[in-house]
């Protein structure tokens, strides 16, 4: 998905409201989604590319027959300079191409959370790198899915991003496979909940389907509805929704929600958030 800003456009806020704007024409990050294994565990990886110096970097290149086709066109095309590669948790479907990918780019530095394959570099919570000159990145430390998960939220402008491999869906969340719902209250409610709501939401999988299939049988509001919808509609959902939306539309982000409440039989957050993903677990709508 390209970012870079004409001088007037129609932008697309959120996907069920368009608003024309006007802008000062600059040059912002550009966004390449590389959608891998789909139809079994729907990933998805990402090239993200300073659009002024053209360096770029790919997160999550778990399947490199998917990927690394991408990443040659893009470089021996000069499309980009390929700086590293950034990884949101060490399970195999995020890091596992690393390997494969190093032995293609020898010396790519590899940043990600400790347990990752091949990792060159762990951020501290809250660190910044770049990408480029224009792109700036800070890792947030999420652990639950996995104790060493970072999502990475990306500043170019006015454009804002975040990658948030396993921790966040469209709609839903990652299981605590390592962590409580302590955790994942802390990662989602209190780190990623508090970007700013403009921040576009990029997660590891295509999950939205039935994750809102969930939320519906939860909590039925038109912003609920509405998701419902635009995934009868569309087949991708990465890119297209903001933490504002998620705000609205995921259970998960609104475990003080008295209708959600209500729905779990519980009233204290971390119970609350507990209680939904076991149901999550077991649904079968």
Not at 47 to 54: A, G, L
Not at 94 to 118: F, M, R, S, W
Request: negative net charge.
């Amino acid at each position: 998905m390209n970012f870079a800003l004409r001088a007037i456009r129609a932008t697309t806020v959120s996907p069920f409201r368009r608003v024309t704007t006007i802008n000062i024409q600059r040059r912002t990050m550009q966004i390449r989604s590389i959608p891998m294994w789909t139809g079994s565990h729907d990933n998805y990886a990402y090239v993200v590319i300073d659009d002024k110096t053209k360096d770029a970097m790919v997160v999550d290149p778990a399947n490199p027959p998917e990927v690394l086709p991408v990443l040659k066109e893009l470089i021996d095309s000069g499309k980009i300079n390929f700086k590293g590669i950034i990884n949101t948790h060490h399970h195999r479907d995020h890091a596992g191409g690393n390997a494969e990918t190093l032995k293609q780019y020898p010396h790519t530095p590899v940043i990600g959370g400790k347990d990752c394959d091949q990792v060159t570099t762990t951020p501290k919570h809250n660190e910044t790198f770049k990408i480029g000159e224009g792109i700036n990145v800070r890792a947030i430390h999420t652990p639950c899915h996995t104790q060493d998960s970072i999502c990475y939220f990306l500043e170019d402008g006015e454009e804002k991003v975040v990658f948030t491999g396993d921790t966040l869906f469209i709609a839903g969340c990652g299981r605590f496979f390592e962590g409580t719902a302590e955790e994942m209250h802390e990662a989602l409610n209190n780190r990623l909940g508090k970007l700013p709501e403009d921040t576009r939401v990029y997660p590891g999988h295509e999950y939205t389907k039935s994750n809102i299939k969930f939320g519906k049988s939860v909590l039925d509001t038109p912003a609920v509805r509405d998701l419902v919808q635009f995934c009868e509609e569309n087949e991708e959902t990465q890119g297209k929704f903001t933490i504002g939306d998620e705000l609205k539309h995921n259970v998960f982000m609104r475990v003080e929600d008295p209708e959600i409440q209500k729905a779990t039989g519980q009233t204290d957050p971390l119970e609350v958030m507990q209680k939904l993903r076991d149901m999550k677990n077991n649904f079968r709508g």
